[in-house]
């Protein structure tokens, strides 16, 4: 299993978590080629989690905007709410494979914290969430959400109190309790394999959309879009259609107009973070920035390593929306298609609509609704009808 | 001024026990902080490291994490760390300790060269794992500075031979599974150092016998400095502990009597 995507990923953690990660490899490895973790994990992705999601053509939209057809993959109707469910629940099996008892993550937007606390309960693991602060206030519901569930939620005061700093607490907690517990990282960053493994776990969206799309269409879509935090469902999206001649472009966070937002590959530059090697957000010493993002799922200062080798190689052409297209894009889908979706792929959604128009009517778009809007209606709505 | 290497291997061979302190830079101000380099330089300790603050040091825990935060907010930066080391270096042999990506961003053979010209012999880089550690160790002929690896609880054999061959000056070995700091909730007890510690001991000293190990991580009392002498380490390295009595207007007497404490401990050991 590579190490390194290009120069980039690695393995650059304490040497304490090092047994850990090497364990987690070999866990890893002969697990994906083990039949019966395979049958375990389809069954439950069909019955439990809602796998297949539908592959909708959001036909109204399309007609509004004009040009290609835009077409969603529905992952905001995964349980749960959002695709962070499909690598929670394989590094859940994992972690039981792995004989620990507890399981540890990191979340910015809630929707990974909800995801493992969901399988921590399914499969009867203590379960400790980290959370920023400032996403704890913006994010209530889901806080509420963990807590049903019987996931301890631990604020995280630190720093920019969002997920970076959530990020820095899960690892501390995983430094010290790493004979016990398994670290449930939720995005497609981290140390080596994490990225590997979130990758394959996540690498079903993008399955499932090349099936399906050539099933209704007899073809592979012109293009896809997704956004990109950590880079998670984009990864997922992606992966499987790198060897397709499907264009490829992530939508990054651009924040307020003029600010530098969360974009670590359309404005930062290489360097270590969270024990990888990736673009970050840094200030001209190395330190790490703080971001800002409307999207708190979106709001961190680094990326998946295999998206920088992409970017570089241009496989993947990276860009950004603003809070305001993604708040509109919100507000022109909730309005043509009925359905409410969440502010990170809010961004994608912005980025379709604008290279719609630009082409043919016979071209097809798939863009990944990464997840629902409830998490969100308090800060749309106060946006809506400022007081 | 010989080497941080150079002065434990001499503590090391004429049996005599070693004293590591460590204190952020830009927590005190440059004449402040001197002054307790000072102090602790008259009551016995042996060498010094001075942190230089990254913004997310996943390896800390909350004493040394605060102490970033301030020396950050300060505006404590790289050319004020060039500034404070010729003179720390000129009172006792000075490691720096810092994150790898401030030496990624500045370019690790630049910083190390900098760094190494006004004195500083080592550097202790806590996400810089054996793999990735020839960067830094290719640097040292023109540099002159040691490159440090850690070891921690939980390393295979192999693995601690490993670095074991690759550090360079000491062995920095981690106490127990934990971010630094005496207070960690769930974190085995520090009091009860890990059986693994004495295999690890025994693998580095088959493979290196005349390496210095110091272990770090949670050392904070004398009684802690000598059980890791009995258990056969060269010394101890101490930071949140000190770096918990700094503050910017307080006496430097509690952070004096702690580092008296300790060293008294060591020479007691020393037997």
């Known amino acids: ?387 | 001024m010989p080497t941080l290497g150079e002065t434990l291997a001499g503590r090391r061979r004429s049996g005599k026990g070693s004293l590591l302190a460590y204190l952020m830079g830009g927590t005190l101000p440059r004449e402040r902080y001197l002054e307790a380099v000072d102090r602790l330089t008259a009551i016995g300790v042996t060498g010094l490291e001075v942190g230089f603050p990254f913004s997310d040091p996943i390896a800390e825990g909350p004493v040394i994490q605060r102490a970033a935060t301030e020396a950050l907010s300060r505006g404590f930066h790289w050319a004020d760390l060039l500034d404070l080391v010729p003179e720390t270096s000129r009172r006792l042999p000075t490691a720096v300790m810092t994150y790898l990506n401030v030496f990624e961003h500045r370019g690790i053979g630049p910083s190390l060269t900098e760094i190494g010209a006004q004195g500083v012999s080592a550097v202790i880089v806590p996400d810089l794992p054996v793999e990735e550690a020839d960067v830094f160790r290719n640097e040292r002929g023109r540099t002159g500075v040691d490159t440090v690896l850690l070891a921690s609880p939980g390393a295979p054999p192999t693995r601690v031979k490993q670095i074991a061959r690759r550090t360079e000056g000491f062995l920095y070995l981690v106490s127990r599974y934990g971010t630094t700091g005496v207070t960690n909730e769930k974190a085995l007890d520090p009091s009860r150092p890990t059986p693994e510690l004495s295999g690890i001991l025994k693998e580095v000293r088959t493979t290196r016998p005349r390496l210095p190990v110091l272990v770090g991580f949670g050392v904070s009392r004398p009684e802690d400095v000598r059980r890791y002498r009995t258990l056969g380490a060269d010394g101890v390295v101490v930071g949140s502990a000190f770096q918990a009595l700094l503050g910017p207007g307080g006496s430097l007497k509690p952070l004096e009597d702690l580092a008296g404490d300790l060293v008294h401990a060591l020479e007691v050991s020393d037997g």
């Open chain 1, 1 to 387: 299993m590579p190490r390194r995507y290009g120069k980039y990923g690695g393995a650059y953690v304490p040497e304490t978590l090092v047994p850990a990660l090497e364990e987690l490899e070999r866990g890893f490895r002969s697990l994906r080629r083990d039949l019966a973790f395979r049958s375990e994990l389809r069954t439950l992705q069909e019955t439990w989690a809602g796998r297949p999601t539908p592959l909708y053509h959001a036909s109204r939209l399309s007609g509004e905007v004009g040009g290609a057809e835009i077409w969603l993959k529905r992952e905001d109707l995964v349980h749960g709410g959002a695709h962070k469910l499909n690598n929670a629940l394989g590094q859940g099996l994992l972690a039981r494979r792995l004989g620990k008892k507890r399981i540890i993550a990191e979340t910015g937007a809630g929707q990974h914290g909800v995801a493992t606390a969901m399988i921590g309960a399914l499969l009867g693991f203590e379960t400790v969430v980290y959370m920023g602060k400032v996403d704890m206030e913006r994010q209530r519901p889901n806080v509420e959400r963990m807590r049903l569930l019987g996931t301890e939620v631990r604020e995280v005061t630190q720093g920019t109190q969002t997920l970076k700093d959530a990020i820095n607490e899960a690892l501390r907690d995983w430094i010290s309790n790493v004979e016990t517990t398994h670290y449930l990282l939720g995005s497609a960053v981290g140390p080596h394999p994490f990225p590997t493994i979130v990758c394959e776990f996540q690498s079903v969206i993008g399955r499932e959309i090349i099936a399906e799309s050539r099933r209704r269409t007899g073809d592979v879509p012109d293009l896809a879009i997704a956004c990109v935090g950590g880079g998670s469902n984009a990864i997922g999206t992606f992966h499987p259609l790198l060897p397709f001649r499907t264009r490829l472009v992530g939508v990054e966070a651009g924040g307020v107009e003029g600010s530098v937002g969360a974009a670590s590959l359309t404005r930062g530059t290489p360097g270590v973070l969270h024990g990888m090697m990736t673009y970050l957000l840094q200030d001209a010493e190395g330190q790490i920035l703080p971001t800002e993002s409307i999207a708190p799922g979106l709001d961190y200062a680094g990326v998946g390593p295999e998206h920088a080798a992409l970017k570089d190689s241009g496989r993947v052409e990276y860009t950004v929306a603003t809070d305001r297209e993604a708040l509109s894009a919100f507000h022109r889908l909730a309005r043509t298609e009925g359905i409410l979706p969440a502010l990170e792929p809010c961004h994608a959604i912005a980025e379709a609509m604008k290279r719609a128009r630009g082409m043919r009517k016979d071209e097809r778009i798939v863009v990944t609704l990464s997840g629902r809007g409830d998490k969100d209606l308090e800060v749309v709505a106060a946006l809506a009808h400022p007081r």
